[in-house]
């Protein structure tokens, strides 16, 4: 399968302005990330809160302007597209965000809200909008009567639907997920994942899955990068492939056995990660591994994939 | 369907809608029901007022309230009834106008510099609340002194002392809606700046502000008076309430209802617009999103 989606050495610095009496702060994060998505996969990126799996998200559409590296969509250089021709291409990339609670505008009706991509791309559907809308809130396993609600006259679950139903009006080939199922119930979780399964096939989508759920990532996704402070630490090919990076291994140990008779240790991970406006020299996971040698605090590891399993570490399982 | 029901099913229709929920109280049915009356009032003068605002008539000077002068007459002996009624036009349009100019310059305003934001925001910002710094009498003045006394420069005046309250709260409006997630939803969806200001961004951000401007129209009509008062506002014979309550100061004691109908007048319809607004933020449910303006 070809790539639809090339991300080379994708970098993103946020710097807060210094003034005169305090010290321009600068921090990374997103750095050198580079992964291919070819079409019909699903690759999980996963990683503890602030480690950078949002902002990448943004970077791949560019609603946040990357600071280096570049992005291929279908062959094509995004960061060289003008705003217009960025606009249009939208249309083809679309997002399916954490909060659906914020997702949906409170003054508009869920018919509104699925029309609007149409509206704002300027595409007329082959039939007329209410049909298309009623099919759009059907395939997302949404009752079309409900197409006159408000969102504040719907669940979460069923607002994510419509959040779905909006990313995938327009009939888009790559879907960005960043967590999808965060703010919701257990059970509307699985819903939700059990439709986007669905849709994937049904649609022959791509999907790019954010998560910090080790386990759901496991579940979902065919690839699994695993991120921390802003850089890709492993990448694992199969959701079977062992753990290489410690990092990596913790997230692994940590989840929980669905039998609560298998016990077993989890070893808690010492210290805090550190701040990612003053990186310490060399890895960065460095203070909080077992494993970790001089050279571990002085030299970055590089993402070197001999195996065809990539993983940044000097010392890898 | 006849006619009754008709009107009843459009009041219906006027009370689910959240401007009509004002009216669901005692206080904002008296309210709102008195300042429906003034602007009746107002529009409907020429036929409502016994007399010629204008007309004098120097042997009935100072009349008291009696028949057929039934608020008495002030020191030319014209009608106080017909001046109070004829100045209910020139209080509720000055200021209504005068609102509904700094309405449209701030929201304007606000709304660009909280979606552009950097220095032009910073520029916008400082140069209105530059406006604020200023006492609005000091405004006033500025303007007559630039265009003449008039009802022009009150309206002005009036307009750029409240120019400053619309711009913030605008803007403050539009920087918290700009991270709301719907709004990156909808760019993502490849949606142009226009229709990201003008469908989601103004639509949410434009209740807290009518409220604004309505209990501002309050205010409006207590600055036009002050100013009226000092000569700055409404120029004789027009009637102004502002401007018969300081030509009525003269004769304070010989004739008070010269000054207290014009008073009461000011009193009446500044308390009104104050209830119905109060209401009227209960009503919209936006009492958290008027703080920090």
């Known amino acids: ?317 | 369907m006849n006619v009754s029901q008709m009107a009843i099913r459009s009041l219906d229709a006027f009370a689910r809608m959240s401007i009509g929920r004002a009216f669901a109280s005692g206080i904002g049915i008296v309210a709102g029901g008195f300042l429906i009356l003034l602007v009746l009032v107002a529009i409907f003068a020429p036929w409502i007022a016994p007399f010629d605002y204008a007309a004098q008539n120097l042997l009935n000077a100072n009349a008291s309230p009696g028949w057929p002068h039934l608020l008495g007459t002030d020191e030319f002996g014209r009608d106080v009834l017909s001046r109070v009624i004829f100045g209910a036009r020139t209080s509720l349009s000055v200021s209504a106008t005068a609102i509904a100019i700094s309405m449209a310059a701030g929201m304007t305003l606000g709304a660009a510099a909280g979606y552009f934001g950097g220095v032009f925001e910073r520029a916008v910002m400082t140069v209105v609340d530059l406006t604020w710094s200023f006492p609005d009498i000091l405004i006033a003045l500025i303007f007559v002194a630039i265009i003449g006394p008039g009802l022009t420069s009150t309206t002005f005046a009036i307009a750029i002392a409240y120019l400053a309250q619309f711009t913030r709260l605008t803007r403050a409006q539009i920087v918290r809606l700009k991270r709301e997630t719907f709004i990156e939803a909808t760019i993502n969806l490849g949606a142009k700046p226009s229709h990201i200001l003008l469908r989601h961004l103004m639509p949410n951000a434009i209740a807290p502000v009518i409220v604004v401007g309505m209990l501002a129209i309050g205010d409006g009509i207590v600055l036009e008076a002050t100013l009226g008062f000092f000569g700055l506002g409404a120029q004789p014979p027009t009637p102004s309430w502002g401007a018969m309550m300081s030509s009525g100061t003269a004769q304070l004691f010989l004739s008070p209802w010269v000054i207290i109908f014009p008073g009461v007048a000011v009193a009446v319809t500044v308390i009104a617009v104050n209830l119905f607004g109060d209401e009227l933020i209960r009503a919209l449910d936006i009492r958290d999103r008027l703080r920090g303006a």
Do not use: W
């Open chain 1, 1 to 317: 399968m070809p790539n639809l989606l090339e991300v080379r050495d994708l970098s993103k610095r946020f710097s807060s302005g210094g003034g005169p009496f305090r010290k321009a702060r600068s921090m990374h994060a997103v750095n050198g990330v580079s992964f291919d998505l070819p079409e019909g996969r699903v690759i999980g990126v996963v990683g503890e809160s602030g480690c950078g799996k949002s902002t990448l998200a943004r970077l791949i559409l560019r609603l946040i302007e990357p600071s280096s590296g570049a992005v291929a969509f279908d062959g094509d250089d995004l960061l060289a597209k003008t705003p217009a021709q960025m606009r249009k291409l939208r249309a083809r990339m679309q997002m399916v965000f954490q909060d659906p609670y914020s997702a949906i505008d409170p003054r508009y009706t869920l018919t509104r809200a699925v029309a609007e991509p149409f509206e704002v791309q300027g595409v007329k559907p082959a039939r007329p909008m209410a049909e298309e809308v009623a099919e759009l809130l059907e395939m997302v396993g949404l009752n079309p009567g409900l197409a006159s609600s408000y969102p504040h006259q719907i669940s979460g679950g069923q607002k994510q639907r419509v959040g779905i139903a909006r990313a995938l009006a327009l009939r888009p080939s790559l879907l960005v997920l960043d967590e999808p199922t965060a703010s919701l119930d257990v059970s509307v979780q699985a819903q939700i994942i059990g439709l986007l399964e669905d849709l994937r096939t049904e649609l022959g989508l791509t999907y790019l899955f954010i998560s910090h759920d080790l386990s759901l990532v496991k579940y979902f996704c065919d690839e699994i990068l695993v991120m921390y402070l802003g850089r890709v630490v492993e990448a694992l090919p199969d959701t079977a492939a062992p753990a290489r990076h410690p990092y990596t291994r913790t997230l692994m140990e940590s989840t929980f056995e669905p039998d609560p008779k298998k016990r077993r240790l989890i070893a808690p991970l010492e210290g805090e990660v550190p701040s990612p406006f003053d990186l310490p020299p060399g890895c960065a996971f460095a203070d909080r591994c077992p494993q970790a040698s001089a050279l571990c605090r002085t030299e970055t590891p590089a993402l070197s994939s001999e195996t065809g399993h990539a993983v940044a570490c000097h010392h890898p399982l």
